[in-house]
C-alpha cells in the first residue's frame, strides 16, 4: 500500500525541475503570465526573483512539485493515500482533483505574499528532544511565547516565535541533551504570529471552489483525513497551527501503508519516513477535537495478523474500505439505509451525520413536496455541507415519479442516492449521476453524484457496474438533459461506483444467501472493471441480516467495502414510526418474520419481508395474491370471501376502496386508472393493493386496534440484534439511538475480528 509525499519549503535548490518545464511547456507558460516571471530560469540559473524569498519559493516549488506528480502520473499506479508538508499539502490536494494546476498556482503565490509579509519572528529546529518533553520544559522556563511550529518526528520539532525567546531556548534544550538549530525564515510561520494572515488567506480562499479530495489526503492542521468540506477551514489554519507531521506518518504506517514516494525535489521527508517507522507517535491528545482526530485509513482485514510491537487492537475506523469512507466522507465504512415513507427520518439522517456516519433518508411514498420539506430540514441543521443520502426508488409502472424525484434532487444539488429495487438501468438514474461530470486536469473522468446501487442478482449487478449504453447517453444529450462533455466522461464510468449486495433483509428481498452472492459479485467485479478499463475500483457493500457484531465481521471477511443496516435502525428513537410499531420490533426473535408479496410490485409477485410475530398482515397479504392468482376480476369472488375482506382486511366494502383508490389515481396517473377501468383484472389489483398502502399507514400511526394488519418491514436482523442488547442498556429501543447501534455493531466486529486474529498472529510467530 503506497503513499505520495510532497515537500515544502525548504527542498527547494538551484537546479530543480531540470526537464519538467521542457515536457510541459503549456503548464510551464500558463505559471509564467500568472506570476510575472521566469519560473524556468528562477528554478534552473538562479535567476531572479532567486530561491530565498517566501513569496517566490513557494510559487515555484509547488510548480515543481506538480510537475513532477504530472510526469509520474503516466507510469505509476495512483496511490491509495497522499500527504504534503506545509506548502507540500498544496500538492497532495492537487493531485486529489481540489483545484486545478492554474489555481494551485494563484493559491501558493497568494499565501506566499501574505506570509512574506509576516516579521518579527523565526524559526528553530530542536533536535535530539521529545516533543511532549520539550513542551514541558517550555513551560518550567516560562517561554510560553513560543509555538511547536512543525511536530517533525519524535526528535525533530520546529519551534516558532519572537528571536530573543528562540535564543533563550538554546541553553534550555542543551541541558536536555539536546541541540537546537535556527532556521533561516523571515517569520515565525505555523504559529499564533500568523493569526492576521490565515485570516486574510481565509477571506481569499472563500472565493475559490474548492472540491472535496478524489484521494484521501491528510490535513497537517489535524493529522487526519480531509473531511467533507474541509478545504477552505483546513487551510487557512494551516497557515497558524502546526504541522502534525509525526501523527499523519504514523497513522499511515498503523493501518499498513508500507511504502511512500516523495514526489519533488530532495530526501527530507523520505528520511522522516525511515525515522518515524522506527518510532511513531502516540496516539493523538486530547488537544484535538473529536471531528479532527486521525481516522484509520486502510482496510486492515486482508492483512491483518497482528505485527509485532503493534500499540492498539484492531480499530473499527480500520474495517471496509479507506477510499469509500474518505469518499462519504465518514468515520465507519457503515451507512444506515433508507426506509420507506421517512421511516429512515430527518432526526435519523440528521444524528449520523453528526456522529461522523451517514444515513439515507426514506423518500419513497412520500410526495415531492415532503420530500422538498426534509430536505430542506436537513440542510437547516446540518448546513450546506452537511453529508447525507436520499433513497431514489424504482418506479417501473410511474416513470415520472422517478423523473420529479431527479428534477428535486438535482435543485437541491443532492450527491448521494440509494438507488433501490431497480432491475435495469434508467435514463433518469443516468441523469442523475452524470450530472456535472466531468475530465479533470489529467483527462480522467470524474462523477461527482454517487449511486449506491442495491442489487442482489448479478444480472443487475453487471449493469450498474457499466458504463451507461451510450444510446441512452446519446438521448440524454439531445433531450438537453446532459451536456455532451457530461456524456463522454459517462461514457468511461460505472452506473454506479458503489453496489450494496443485499442478502436476505427486511423490505424487498429476494432472500439470497451472503455466503454464495457475494463471491460471486466479487468475481463480476473484477471482471466488469477489466473489461472497462476502470481507473478506480467498484466498491461492493453487504446489506440483509447485518444485526450483530458478528454478522458484520462475517461481511468484512467475505470481502465488502462496506456494510448497511436497516432493519436495526427501524427500531430506534429517531425512526419515525410509532412506539406500537417499536414496541413489537424490540420483542422480535430471528424466526418472528415472514415473506409478504410487495404492495408497490404486487403484479409482478415481487416478495417483502415483515413481521409476522403479533400481526396476520403476512398471511392476509399471501391470501389476497393467491385470490388474484385464482380469479379474474373482484365480481367473482363468492360472497364469504368478500364478506372477509370488507369486515377483516379492508373495514369497509370494496366498491368504496376502489372509489378512494380511483380518486387517488385521478390526476398524476391517469393511464393507470384508465387501464383499471378498462381491465377487470387491473382493477382488482389495485383494490387489493390498498391493503398494502393501508397497513402500512395504520402500523406508522400506531392505531390501536388494528395490529394484526400492520405492515411492518423486518429482517431475522432484528432479532439477532435483541439477543445481543438483552440485558444491556441498550435492551429498551428508547435508549438504541442509531449512532449507538452503528458503535456497537462496528466496535464490536473489530473486536471480533481482533479476538479470532491475535491467536493466529500468536500460532504463526509460534
Known amino acids: 500500500m503506497s503513499a505520495w509525499l510532497f515537500p515544502g519549503q525548504g527542498a527547494q535548490r538551484k537546479g530543480m525541475g531540470g526537464e519538467l518545464f521542457e515536457r510541459f511547456p503549456r503548464l510551464t507558460a500558463q505559471a509564467d503570465a500568472i506570476l510575472g516571471y521566469s519560473l524556468r530560469a528562477q528554478c534552473l540559473d538562479g535567476a531572479e526573483p532567486g530561491l530565498s524569498d517566501t513569496r517566490y519559493v513557494q510559487p515555484a516549488l509547488f510548480v515543481v512539485n506538480a510537475l513532477s506528480q504530472l510526469a509520474l502520473a503516466g507510469d505509476r499506479a495512483r496511490p491509495r493515500f497522499l500527504a504534503g508538508h506545509s506548502l507540500g499539502e498544496y500538492n497532495a490536494l492537487f493531485a486529489a482533483g481540489c483545484f486545478d494546476f492554474e489555481t494551485g498556482v494563484r493559491l501558493v503565490a497568494k499565501r506566499g505574499e501574505l506570509m512574506g509579509q509576516a516579521a518579527g519572528g523565526g524559526m528553530t529546529a530542536v533536535l535530539g528532544v521529545d516533543p511532549a518533553k520539550l513542551e514541558r520544559l517550555l513551560l518550567e522556563a516560562g517561554l510560553d511565547d513560543l509555538d511547536l511550529a512543525n511536530r517533525n518526528s519524535a526528535e525533530q520539532v520546529v519551534l516558532s516565535g519572537p528571536l530573543e525567546s528562540l535564543r533563550q531556548v538554546r541553553a534550555v534544550v542543551s541541558g536536555s541533551g539536546g541541540r537546537c538549530v535556527p532556521l533561516r525564515v523571515s517569520a515565525p510561520f505555523h504559529s499564533r504570529y500568523m493569526a492576521a494572515a490565515a485570516a486574510e488567506f481565509g477571506e481569499f480562499l472563500r472565493g475559490i471552489p474548492l472540491a472535496d479530495p478524489g484521494v484521501p489526503v491528510i490535513a497537517n492542521a489535524t493529522g487526519a483525513l480531509y473531511p467533507p468540506g474541509g478545504v477552505t477551514e483546513l487551510l ?41 517507522r522506527r518510532q511513531p507517535s502516540p496516539r493523538p491528545t486530547s488537544s484535538l477535537s473529536p471531528s479532527e482526530e486521525p481516522r484509520a485509513l486502510d482496510p486492515v482485514l486482508a492483512t491483518a495478523p497482528v505485527r509485532p510491537g503493534r500499540r492498539n487492537a484492531l480499530q473499527p475506523e480500520s474495517l471496509g474500505s479507506a477510499a469509500f469512507r474518505a469518499e462519504y466522507g465518514i468515520r465507519y465504512a457503515y451507512l444506515a439505509g433508507a426506509m420507506y415513507r421517512g421511516i429512515a427520518s430527518v432526526p435519523l439522517v440528521v444524528r449520523m451525520a453528526r456522529a461522523g456516519l451517514m444515513g439515507f433518508f426514506g423518500a419513497g411514498g412520500l410526495s415531492a413536496d415532503e420530500v422538498d420539506g426534509a430536505i430542506q430540514a436537513i440542510r437547516a441543521e446540518l448546513g450546506p455541507d452537511g453529508r447525507f443520502g436520499m433513497n431514489l426508488l424504482a418506479s417501473p409502472d410511474n416513470p415520472a415519479a422517478e423523473r420529479r424525484s431527479v428534477d428535486l434532487y438535482l435543485r437541491h444539488d443532492i450527491r448521494f442516492v440509494e438507488a433501490a429495487s431497480y432491475t435495469a438501468v434508467t435514463p433518469d438514474l443516468v441523469r442523475f449521476r452524470f450530472s456535472g461530470a466531468h475530465r479533470d486536469f489529467q483527462g480522467a473522468p470524474r462523477a461527482t453524484r454517487h449511486v449506491l446501487a442495491k442489487v442482489s442478482r448479478p444480472e443487475v449487478a453487471a449493469a450498474f457496474m457499466s458504463p451507461p449504453p451510450d444510446a441512452m447517453l446519446r438521448r440524454l444529450v439531445a433531450d438537453g438533459l446532459l451536456s455532451a462533455a457530461e456524456a463522454d466522461a459517462a461514457r468511461q464510468l460505472p452506473v454506479a461506483g458503489d453496489l450494496c449486495v443485499e442478502a436476505d433483509s427486511g423490505g424487498h428481498t429476494d432472500a439470497g444467501n451472503p455466503y454464495a452472492l457475494m463471491p460471486g459479485m466479487l468475481r463480476l467485479r473484477e471482471d466488469m472493471a ?235 510467530g509460534e
Open 236 to 276: 487557512t489554519r494551516q497557515i497558524r497551527e502546526p504541522v502534525r507531521w509525526w501523527e499523519s506518518m504514523s497513522l499511515l504506517i498503523e493501518h499498513g501503508v508500507d511504502d511512500v514516494l516523495e514526489v519533488g525535489p530532495g530526501r527530507v521527508l523520505s528520511d522522516l519516513w525511515t525515522a518515524i
Open 530 to 764: 477489466a473489461a472497462h478499463g476502470y481507473r478506480e475500483p467498484l466498491r461492493l457493500g453487504a446489506a440483509g441480516g447485518i444485526g450483530s457484531a458478528q454478522a458484520a465481521a462475517a461481511a468484512f471477511v467475505l470481502g465488502a467495502d462496506f456494510v448497511l443496516t436497516g432493519s436495526v435502525n427501524q427500531c430506534s428513537p429517531e425512526a419515525g414510526t410509532s412506539d406500537a410499531v417499536k414496541d413489537m420490533l424490540a420483542d422480535l426473535d430471528v424466526q418472528d418474520t415472514a415473506y409478504a408479496p410487495a404492495g408497490d410490485m404486487f403484479e409482478l409477485g415481487a416478495r417483502v419481508q415483515v413481521v409476522r410475530k403479533g400481526t396476520l398482515f403476512a398471511a392476509r397479504a399471501n391470501k389476497l395474491y393467491q385470490l388474484y392468482r385464482q380469479v379474474e376480476s373482484l365480481d367473482q369472488l363468492d360472497a364469504a370471501t368478500r364478506e372477509t375482506l370488507e369486515q377483516r382486511f379492508f373495514r369497509q366494502s370494496l366498491e368504496q376502496v376502489w372509489e378512494q383508490a380511483r380518486d387517488r389515481l385521478r390526476g398524476q396517473r391517469g393511464e393507470e386508472l384508465a387501464r383499471a377501468e378498462r381491465e377487470p383484472r387491473a382493477k382488482m389489483a389495485l383494490v387489493f393493493r390498498s391493503y398494502f398502502a393501508r397497513s402500512t399507514m395504520l402500523a406508522m400511526a400506531g392505531v390501536a386496534g388494528e395490529k394484526v394488519n400492520y405492515q411492518v418491514h423486518c429482517g431475522p436482523a432484528q432479532g439477532a440484534f435483541n439477543r445481543v442488547v438483552a440485558g444491556s442498556e441498550l435492551e429498551p429501543w428508547s435508549s438504541r439511538h442509531v449512532d449507538a447501534i452503528a458503535e456497537l455493531i462496528m466496535t464490536g466486529a473489530a473486536a471480533h475480528l481482533d479476538g479470532l486474529l491475535r491467536p493466529s498472529a500468536q500460532r504463526a
